[in-house]
């Protein structure tokens, strides 16, 4: 069997990640010497490959010091509770240090591990909750896959303005741009296909308590959809109305299930929901 089969069907790197391997020194190893692609493989040998080559074109994210609430933690995973109101990406109105990738950037640094900021499930400003991002390429690659096929099992609690939604349910319809506006999402025929599955956890002062699970992830897609049904997220400026006092928007992302991206083996973390959403059903809010 030649390497490349071998990389492709054993380790399922894509051609991307090949390309950066076949150009490091150290990028393919047999018996810790360097190989090519078509070398045979017998038996008994010994194949490793790097983790992180270096490709010289990785977008790289300034460092700054913050406070992460890190839930796991090993060579390839980080997951992380982000707070509501924190960007996870800098942009032009967050280029001061004041996201989520600039303090992963700055423990990952600390750390003496490579300092890249790779989301592998985002989430927007006003959410909070879990997160995962991966330390290396090979990391990356494989949880990107894991995402596009389905199987990082993501599960939200939210609140909404109003309750008289059914106790359970599926919204099955397609999400698009808004017209006039780059940000905001709206349900549209010729938009992309979204489904999210919702259940009624609690009923309380005229609001609801949900857990919400994606089946597709487009933008604004909890929030787009809850409130095309007439139940918008409290606090939810874009798609509802804002609430004095409240930073972000009462979506939390609550569970994460995924595979180690190195063993395969199957992983679940929990969040509690945020101290806010008592005071949102108390009525205090």
């Keep these: 069997m030649e390497v490349l089969t071998l990389l492709?069907?054993?380790?399922?790197?894509?051609?991307?990640?090949?390309?950066?391997l076949k150009t490091s020194e150290t990028g393919i190893l047999l018996d810790g010497v360097r190989v090519t692609v078509r070398q045979r493989v017998t038996a008994g040998q010994a194949l490793s490959?790097?983790?992180?080559?270096?490709?010289?074109?990785?977008?790289?994210?300034?460092?700054?010091p913050g406070a992460?609430?890190?839930?796991?933690?090993?060579?390839?995973?980080?997951?992380?509770?982000?707070?509501?109101?924190?960007?996870?990406?800098p942009s032009p109105g967050h280029r001061d240090g004041d996201t989520l990738g600039n303090r992963?950037?700055?423990?990952?640094?600390?750390?003496?591990?490579?300092?890249?900021?790779?989301?592998?499930?985002?989430?927007?400003?006003?959410?909070?909750?879990?997160?995962?991002?991966?330390?290396?390429?090979?990391?990356?690659?494989?949880?990107?896959?894991?995402?596009?096929?389905?199987?990082?099992?993501?599960i939200y609690h939210a609140v909404t303005e109003g309750d008289a939604?059914?106790?359970?349910?599926?919204?099955d319809l397609p999400i698009g741009k808004a017209e006039g506006c780059g940000i905001r999402r709206?349900?549209?025929?010729?938009?992309?296909?979204?489904?999210?599955h919702f259940r009624v956890l609690r009923r309380q002062g005229g609001r609801a308590l949900l857990e919400l699970r994606l089946e597709t992830g487009r933008t604004h897609q909890i929030r787009c959809h809850m409130s095309h049904l007439g139940f918008p997220l409290c606090g939810d400026f874009m798609y509802g109305r804002e609430i004095p006092g409240m930073?972000?928007?009462?979506?939390?992302?609550?569970?994460?299930s995924l595979l180690h991206p190195s063993t395969g083996e199957a992983l679940s973390f929990a969040a509690p929901d945020p101290e806010i959403f008592t005071r949102l059903l108390g009525g205090r809010l």
């Design 247 to 256: 930073t972000g928007f009462a979506l939390h992302s609550c569970l994460l």
């Design 165 to 171: 939604m059914p106790d359970e349910g599926t919204v």
């Design 68 to 89: 992460l609430d890190i839930v796991y933690e090993d060579g390839d995973l980080l997951i992380l509770n982000k707070p509501a109101g924190l960007a996870v990406h």
């Design 104 to 154: 992963v950037v700055w423990h990952l640094s600390q750390m003496g591990q490579t300092p890249t900021f790779r989301a592998i499930n985002r989430l927007d400003r006003g959410t909070s909750g879990l997160m995962t991002c991966a330390k290396n390429k090979l990391a990356a690659q494989r949880l990107e896959d894991q995402l596009a096929a389905g199987d990082i099992r993501r």
């Design 8 to 20: 492709r069907r054993e380790f399922r790197l894509s051609a991307n990640l090949l390309r950066q």
């Design 186 to 196: 709206c349900v549209r025929d010729d938009g992309q296909r979204a489904v999210t």
């Design 49 to 64: 490959i790097l983790r992180e080559p270096d490709s010289g074109k990785t977008r790289r994210v300034p460092p700054a």
